[in-house]
């Protein structure tokens, strides 16, 4: 055991070497080859332990942080795999470790997928940028935002966003527009179109397709210069001879009918420029008649349509791309033709970047030798495609909208100009306390210099419920960071002192200073019940007065009664509800509460202040309630209804020596008794029926002239079951059968 442990590591690695060449691997790709030496193996390998997958990423570190943000390629699909299932190493110097079969990869698997034009793109065309030690292409990093490729195009509206780009392009052409545009230049511009104006090409207003917004239209003149000799209308304006809806639809002259009609620019034209008012009739027709040859003889016998139309001098038929040696791309497709063909020369013209921008080259002689299409590309000259990766600082965040010469102040772009450390660009403005921290410990991404999200709980003090809300400077002021008290008095005042010696936090939490944890029924000598848990604190704690309070209810509350009722509240309160009276001996007296009584608030019966005093004013109901009977039953209205309910009453007809049989006990009560008169009415069948008595005189059944003693003895022939049929054997014999009246 006193053998060292180092002794038996080198006899166990000499013994390998003893090996043999039979062992050996084979050699490292070319990426790699600085790396094929033994005392380097470690740098990859551990003993007994493979290769781990940190050891990759801590080289390759842009692969690293894709993957932990799960961005690209490596994000996505890459990130349960070992680095080594797909870059196998030690098969030699002209292995390809990448693997990337560029013909057969799938592009969806980076999250963005490519469809139209875009699949006829080559690779290296969006995926510009190299790896900054090998030189080797990378395919990492590259923009999906349209304008980093195509340039910021149509500038700015004020109503509308031109920076979705989709909502008018689509992938399979620039010019060719989506079927359906998603653009309303009627509710999204400050000029609807009507008329004319409903067909005219984009460009002849927004020239040059760029700038599409704000245009200022005042009047006609605005975009249409006046065609007639000056003065020749005097004072009229356009509109009383010209609408939208056409120029020549509008005139009463129509040029077509003199053989010749007015096409394209030729429309805008005042005829004073091709009209006499002495000779009228021009020329000739030909281009030359009107219009000197720009060219110089450079195109002769070839037709003036070849190349231009009537539209406009400038608005070319030619096509730049299949008709000459230098297709147009990007900005160069919006350049006046005069500036690279200056004083109208068309061929030869010089193709190089140099012949036209040479004076315009702002890095001198830094990237002497090196094509400008490595950084810049047609589309923009400031939108490069430049990987500042390469150097070591890769941009990201805020630093990628910085122009160069922020970084670069003495315009030589170069990395011996501008060290990549904060302290060069930024002031310290925590004043040396994080001096041995990094500064992207805490400012991580550059997205920007606040700290949204950042990690308290590396700190003493752990932030939980309200804090979370509190801004930085609440608690850090002017930028203090450290050293801080974390006690609850360095920032919150103690307006419990000195009644309190206890801990803030025995009775309150970080979640909300109103969120008490005090038990009060536990923790005080007063249980809470009723409303006197909802009742705010402030109520009974004036002024943040906790000890001594009173307990008895007229500590906290106005006797209404002033004493009348006796000391003790709870008699008929309780803490539920004060407006609930308990009632307990309510039985007191002549008048016993019960049914709909026992459900009326006190204020009811004895006034909104509870002033009234009802003792001694007796049972009857007539004392509250109005008699609907007026007297003609009596004053024992509990005779027939009770407290539960004032209907139907317990009141039995049989009583009044009149009982209710047959039809009677259907009948309203009113019927009988109106004007609710209910006594003293007398119980003969003439006092309702008298008029259907009389009724059947003259009839076959004709009751004055055969009843002799006329309603009196009604009973005789009729029952109270129904007027018809008649009692059988009664004297008339006529209704007996039950079918005549």
Excluded at 100 to 121: A, I, M
Excluded at 706 to 726: E, I, M, Y
Aim: glycine fraction near 10%.
């Amino acid at each position: 055991m006193g053998y060292p442990v180092r002794h038996l590591l080198l006899a166990l690695v000499m013994g390998l070497v003893g090996l043999g060449a039979a062992y050996a691997a084979k050699p490292l790709t070319q990426v790699h080859a600085h790396l094929d030496k033994q005392e380097e193996c470690n740098r990859c390998h551990v003993a007994f332990g493979g290769v781990p997958e940190e050891k990759c990423r801590s080289c390759h570190l842009d692969i690293d942080r894709r993957v932990k943000a799960n961005q690209g390629f490596h994000g996505r699909e890459a990130a349960t795999v070992k680095c080594y299932d797909c870059h196998r190493e030690h098969l030699g110097r002209g292995h390809d470790i990448t693997g990337l079969d560029r013909d057969r990869f799938d592009h969806r698997k980076t999250g963005w997928p490519l469809t139209g034009n875009h699949e006829q793109v080559r690779c290296r065309s969006c995926h510009t940028a190299k790896r900054p030690q090998t030189g080797r292409d990378s395919y990492l990093g590259a923009s999906t935002r349209c304008a980093d490729c195509h340039g910021e195009y149509h500038g700015q509206a004020r109503k509308s966003d031109l920076g979705q780009c989709d909502r008018c392009h689509n992938t399979y052409g620039w010019e060719q527009l989506n079927a359906n545009l998603r653009f309303d230049h009627e509710r999204e511009t400050r000029f609807p179109r009507t008329g004319k104006h409903m067909q005219v090409e984009c460009a002849k207003c927004h020239q040059g397709k760029r700038a599409f917004g704000p245009i200022a239209v005042q009047s006609c003149t605005t975009c249409h210069a006046d065609p007639h000799p000056p003065g020749i209308f005097r004072e009229r304006i356009c509109d009383e001879c010209h609408v939208t809806k056409g120029w020549k639809d509008a005139s009463a002259f129509s040029h077509a009918s003199t053989g010749w009609p007015l096409k394209g620019r030729h429309q805008k034209v005042e005829c004073l420029n091709c009209h006499s008012w002495k000779k009228w009739k021009p020329r000739t027709k030909d281009c030359a008649g009107c219009h000197d040859d720009a060219h110089r003889g450079q195109f002769a016998g070839t037709p003036c349509g070849r190349c231009h139309q009537e539209s406009g001098f400038k608005n070319l038929v030619f096509n730049h791309d299949t008709m000459s040696r230098f297709p147009l791309r990007g900005r160069h497709r919006r350049v006046d033709c005069a500036r690279c063909h200056p004083g109208g020369k068309y061929k030869p013209v010089e193709d190089t970047c140099e012949s036209c921008h040479g004076k315009q080259n702002p890095h001198g002689d830094t990237f002497e030798g090196r094509p400008c299409a490595n950084c810049h590309s047609p589309v923009d000259w400031k939108q490069t495609r430049f990987d500042h990766g390469i150097t070591g600082f890769p941009l990201a965040g805020q630093h990628e909208d910085q122009p160069c010469y922020r970084c670069h102040p003495e315009g030589t772009e170069t990395q011996v100009d501008t060290p990549p450390d904060c302290d060069w660009c930024h002031q310290d403005l925590h004043r040396g306390q994080f001096e041995q921290r990094a500064c992207d410990d805490c400012h991580k991404g550059f997205e920007r210099f606040s700290i949204p999200l950042f990690d308290h709980t590396v700190a003493r003090f752990q932030l939980q419920g309200k804090h979370l809300d509190v801004s930085c400077d609440g608690c850090h002021k002017d930028g203090h960071y450290r050293p801080i008290d974390t006690a609850c008095a360095n920032c919150h005042q103690n307006f419990h002192a000195p009644q309190f010696e206890k801990k803030c936090e025995e009775c309150h939490t970080a979640a909300a200073w109103s969120e008490e944890v005090f038990d009060h029924d536990r923790q005080s000598d007063y249980r809470l019940a009723g409303q006197h848990r909802r009742i705010d604190c402030a109520k009974c704690h004036v002024q943040n007065d906790y000890k001594g309070i009173p307990q008895a209810c007229e500590g906290c509350h106005l006797d209404v009664h002033a004493g009348t009722k006796g000391p003790d509240c709870d008699r008929c309160h309780t803490a539920a509800d004060w407006t609930t009276n308990r009632a307990i001996d309510h039985d007191f007296g002549a008048f016993s509460l019960g049914g709909a009584h026992d459900r009326l608030p006190c204020e009811r019966c004895h006034g909104e202040n509870r002033e009234i005093q009802l003792a001694g004013t007796g049972p009857e109901c007539v004392g509250c309630h109005k008699d609907p009977h007026f007297g003609s039953l009596g004053p024992f209205c509990h005779d027939c209804h009770s407290q539960d309910q004032f209907l139907p009453s317990t009141f039995l007809h049989d009583r009044t020596g009149f009982r209710l049989s047959g039809s009677h006990r259907f009948v309203a009560c009113r019927d009988c008794h109106p004007g609710r008169v209910y006594g003293g009415l007398p119980s003969t069948c003439d006092f309702c029926h008298t008029d259907t008595f009389q009724r059947t005189a003259g009839t076959d059944c004709d009751h004055p002239a055969q009843c002799a003693n006329g309603v009196s003895t009604c009973q005789t022939c009729h029952t109270t079951l129904g007027f018809l049929p008649a009692r059988p054997g009664s004297a008339c014999g006529t209704c007996e059968a039950g079918g005549r009246r």
